[in-house]
């Protein structure tokens, strides 16, 4: 018989066990070794059994076993040293402490998914892994940055593989209690409910679960609770589980909800108020309309005064280059929840242009959440430099008569978080090498430090981890599927052959069936009988769609073909736990996108970390990180007459670099030892520590986005927001006046006939400002090389004219001298845009006029 509900009964502990439930509760457990360690020690099967999750195992562990562990004088050492490092961890001084000058207070992280654990299935792919490697370099950086999400209660969902090859899903439910969340309580220890009254009088409550990440505390909305009706219930049933008002309701409690809930935690905890909020991808866009209904009801400041504070303080991150990726809603249905009571104070039509698509090339019947979130957010980027040359020019329509160079998106590349995803045998290796298990830190070129064979023994450990989960999770589908398990699986897989890893969620743009387009070249790589290639694979698609089920399910049939069976697998599954021995036992990694559909795509850095190299399309973080030495490109064919003969062309190349690149240098020996695959080995793990990490990427946030937002919050937010006042009249009166600006006239006479490098050129330019002034505008002199259609290069330079102090009939006269520092054929243009000390970029406003 079925349960209806599962629960988790917690032991009672005897006094001298009492830390293991502060240990438990703080996921730092996920990325300290010798916590996870303490956890499994007290009963290893049991501990894989459960998930590896330490609220799990102490409800599992029975109470006898524990009564043992008391007295237990070895485990109880091991225990109060695990609780003092946690102390430790939780109170001391870190890197963002030591920051001077003016920075945040308090940072609000906005994400529809959170990925901090397997035990916690609160992610579906990147998105949600990058968001909680965030929130742990976060906290080991000592950054106060609260996140903020929803606790989905059958997550995302569990994957299993048919007798046919299709892709089944399954939805277990989660007991936060049994995970180690804690409820948020108020004064009178009763749970804190937030409320959102929705159109046609419905409501819509949420209790919030604090998970402590690190320092870090996670906020999770949960609409399970007995205030709700049976639908608003299910509004958190699972992750990206519906589409529709299903969805749009999500991102509204995700939002809404989310604001609501950080100010309960703030006045409860007294913790200060944050002075920056980061929006992690559109879903959660409607958290600056909350925030703009607060400051018209509670503060009297106008839409527009309002507007201006909440750009101020929200950084807001796009995550994708393909507009299929963008949540966008029905223009009506927006409109009925904006025009509700759940939008207090907020002129509807005003509201609804923020996210409307009209532009050339939109749809202005449409609502989308990127649009909203780029109109809420003054400091915008995308996750590496390709991805924010693509943003800048997907949403460039925003900005228009901007060139797309200088669209206001600029681009932090994504990092992972190496404590998480560098295997502990290399940890260890590290620290008694190095003396700290800071892998990514140190320079592994010093042969001396670490021998070839001591490395290539510590990788062969990695693989051989591998070869054995694979096979487990080979013998545990099969039995799934109520089969009998074949012998070849005792077989599967050899951690002596060249292994290469594909792992990610499954959209079409991801091909993962590339590597099949010539299945008997594949079959030969495979099957080489002196020089063989093995490939794991993972992955997931979405439950709705079926074109990646599709490839899955050609992938899996291929792989038990008896010719190749053993040498690729399909693992099903896909989650962070495989993931963690997955990316160390791999010799390659494998990322084979269209280009230039990766943002980002950190499965790469995660496998490079622990000594992989990789293999893949210059797309997101490996067009400006491959240097040649740490892997190999795949050539792109884009300018293919067609879909299939690019396929065709880069399959192609895949096979040619496996056959003639990859296989010699990993199967050419000295002594046994691969030493020229480990001389890339020790230059990736070098080279590629220093950048990929989560914790430059987080500091990157914080001096170039977090830091600047707070700075533009405290300017207008002091004296009674005077500053938001003041721009918000200043931008009112320049878009008013905008269409008088113009260039009359340009004087060049002062160039030189024969110009050479060194010499100096004078421009004079009368501007029309109608009823601007010329504190009002820049006036700009770009310059630099052009081509043959005279366009002036991306990389022009600026340079501005000053008031000369002549006025004649409404004409303002601005001029410049400087010297020639650009050789060759040479151009300049004049323009004319804002100028305010608080606008970003001067044309975010979009108002830019040139010379004609």
Not at 162 to 173: A, F, I, K, M, V
Not at 345 to 357: I, K, P, V, Y
Not at 698 to 727: I, K, Q, S, T
Not at 810 to 838: I, N
Request: some cysteine; glycine content about 10%.
């Amino acid at each position: 018989m079925k349960a209806i509900r599962t629960f988790t009964v917690r032991p009672v502990l005897a006094d001298a066990l009492a830390p293991l439930d502060r240990l438990a509760s703080n996921w730092r457990w996920s990325w300290s070794r010798a916590t996870h360690a303490l956890f499994a020690s007290m009963d290893p099967d049991l501990w894989r059994e459960i998930g590896e999750n330490p609220a799990r195992m102490l409800g599992a562990l029975g109470q006898r076993r524990l009564d043992e562990l008391s007295h237990d004088e070895d485990f109880l050492a091991r225990l109060r040293a695990e609780d003092a490092r946690l102390t430790a961890y939780l109170e001391g001084d870190r890197w963002y402490q030591s920051l001077e000058g003016q920075k945040p207070q308090r940072i609000a992280y906005f994400s529809p998914e959170f990925g901090v654990d397997g035990s916690l299935p609160q992610y579906s792919g990147g998105l949600g892994i990058l968001a909680g490697d965030h929130l742990k370099s976060a906290s080991d950086l000592g950054v106060p940055l609260t996140g903020v999400g929803l606790f989905y209660h059958a997550g995302y969902f569990r994957q299993s593989i048919g007798d046919d090859g299709w892709q089944r899903e399954s939805y277990p439910l989660l007991d936060p209690y049994g995970l180690g969340l804690t409820l948020l309580r108020d004064e009178a220890d009763a749970p804190v409910e937030i409320v959102l009254d929705l159109p046609g009088d419905r409501r819509l409550a949420a209790r919030v679960w604090i998970a402590d990440i690190g320092r870090v505390p996670l906020l999770l909305l949960d609409s399970e609770t007995p205030s709700n009706t049976e639908d608003m219930r299910r509004v958190t049933d699972r992750l990206y589980g519906g589409g529709g008002e299903h969805r749009l309701l999500q991102e509204l409690l995700l939002g809404v909800g989310g604001v609501r809930a950080l100010r309960a935690w703030c006045r409860l905890t007294r913790h200060p108020t944050p002075d920056v909020y980061h929006t992690n991808e559109g879903h959660a866009g409607f958290q600056g309309l909350e925030r703009m209904s607060e400051l018209i009801t509670h503060d009297g400041l106008s839409f527009d005064e309002a507007l201006a504070q909440v750009r101020a303080s929200t950084v807001f991150t796009t995550h994708t280059p393909v507009p299929a990726g963008i949540d966008r809603f029905p223009r009506d249905l927006i409109e009925a929840y904006l025009r509700s009571r759940l939008f207090e104070g907020l002129d509807t039509a005003r509201a609804l242009a923020l996210g409307l698509e009209e532009y050339p090339g939109g749809d202005p019947g449409v609502f989308n959440m990127a649009v909203l979130g780029l109109h809420l957010g003054q400091h915008a980027n995308g996750v590496s430099v390709l991805h924010g040359q693509v943003s800048r020019r997907m949403f460039g329509a925003l900005w228009p008569g901007v060139d797309e160079n200088e669209v206001p998106i600029t681009s932090i590349t994504n990092g992972v978080h190496a404590p998480t995803w560098v295997h502990p045998a290399l940890k260890a290796l590290s620290e008694r090498v190095f003396g700290d298990a800071h892998v990514p830190t140190h320079d592994w070129r010093d042969a001396e430090a670490v021998s070839d064979e001591e490395l290539w023994g510590i990788r062969r450990e990695m693989k051989t981890e591998l070869v054995g989960e694979a096979r487990r999770r080979l013998v545990a589908a099969v039995e799934g599927n109520g089969n009998v398990v074949p012998a070849w699986i005792e077989d599967a897989l050899d951690p002596e052959v060249l292994t290469i890893g594909f792992a990610r969620r499954v959209p079409t743009y991801k091909r993962l069936t590339l590597m099949l387009r010539d299945p008997e070249r594949l079959t030969r790589i495979l099957t080489d009988p002196e020089r063989p290639v093995q490939i794991v694979i993972g992955g997931k698609s979405h439950p709705a769609d079926d074109s990646g089920k599709i490839l899955i399910q050609q992938l899996v049939r291929f792989s038990r073909d008896p010719k190749v069976r053993g040498r690729i697998v399909f693992l099903p599954d896909y989650d962070i736990t495989l993931a963690k021995t997955l990316y160390p036992g791999c010799d390659v990694w494998l990322n084979n996108p269209l280009r230039p559909l990766e943002a980002c795509g950190t499965s790469g850095m995660k496998a490079a970390l622990n000594g992989a190299l990789n293999l893949s399309i210059r797309d997101g973080w490996w067009d400006e990180w491959f240097d040649g030495e740490n892997g190999w490109a795949i050539p792109t064919a884009d300018t293919a007459s067609s879909d299939e003969e690019r396929d065709d062309a880069e399959a192609s190349a895949l096979y040619d670099l496996i056959e003639h690149q990859l296989v010699p240098k990993f199967y050419e020996r000295e002594g046994g030892v691969p030493r020229e695959w480990l001389r890339m080995v020790r230059h990736t793990m070098t080279d590629l520590g220093k950048k990929a990490t989560s914790d430059r990427m987080v500091r990157e946030y914080v001096e170039r986005l977090y830091v600047p937002a707070a700075e533009h919050d405290a300017a207008l937010r002091g004296d009674a927001y005077a500053g938001a006042r003041e721009l918000a009249a200043y931008v009112g009166r320049v878009r008013g006046a905008w269409s008088e600006v113009r260039v009359d006239s340009v004087d060049g006479s002062g160039i030189p006939q024969q110009a050479q490098a060194g010499d100096t050129f004078e421009v004079r330019a009368g501007v029309r400002l109608g009823r601007l002034t010329a504190d009002d505008v820049e006036v700009e002199l770009a310059y630099g090389r052009t081509d043959e259609d005279d366009d002036i290069a991306d990389d022009h330079s600026l340079h501005p004219l000053s008031p000369t102090g002549e006025t004649t009939d409404g004409v303002t006269t601005f001029g410049c001298t400087l010297p020639l520092d650009v050789t060759g054929t040479f151009g300049y243009t004049v323009r004319v845009v804002p100028r305010h000390p608080q606008l970003v970029s001067p044309v975010e406003l979009g108002l830019v006029t040139y010379a004609s």
